[in-house]
């Protein structure tokens, strides 16, 4: 049975850091993903790795976030710096198994705000 288990989300100021983890277990993962769902938006794509390192991101997020995988641990990560208050959002961890199946975290909130 796999299982997600996210971390790092919270509220912080404008211009300031946060780091999501995801652990992952119960398979082996061929990529990884981070998206969000602001309010009263469609859940978007943020940033996705796959095991062999190649990444991908959503223009927002260049240059100020950076998605990064620990294959031991099966645990993905999403430091963000440069926070805005147009990242607020509830941030999903997202793994794809080797069979191709997606799995989703529950989803953890961040809250960018003065």
């Known amino acids: 049975q796999v299982q997600l288990v996210e971390s790092g989300g919270g509220l912080v100021q404008p211009g300031g850091s946060l780091r999501l983890s995801c652990a992952a277990s119960?398979?082996?993962?061929?990529?990884y993903g981070w998206y969000r769902q602001g309010a009263g938006k469609q859940r978007e794509l943020v940033a996705t790795i796959t095991r062999g390192g190649s990444t991908n991101y959503v223009d927002s997020a260049k240059g100020r976030f950076t998605i990064s995988r620990d294959n031991a641990k099966n645990t993905v990560y999403l430091q963000m710096n440069n926070l805005k208050p147009e990242d607020t959002a509830v941030y999903y961890c997202?793994?794809?198994?080797?069979?191709?199946?997606?799995?989703w975290g529950k989803g953890t909130l961040v809250t960018v705000s003065s």
């Open positions: 997202n793994v794809r198994g080797v069979n191709g199946i997606d799995y």
């Open positions: 119960g398979s082996i993962f061929s990529a």
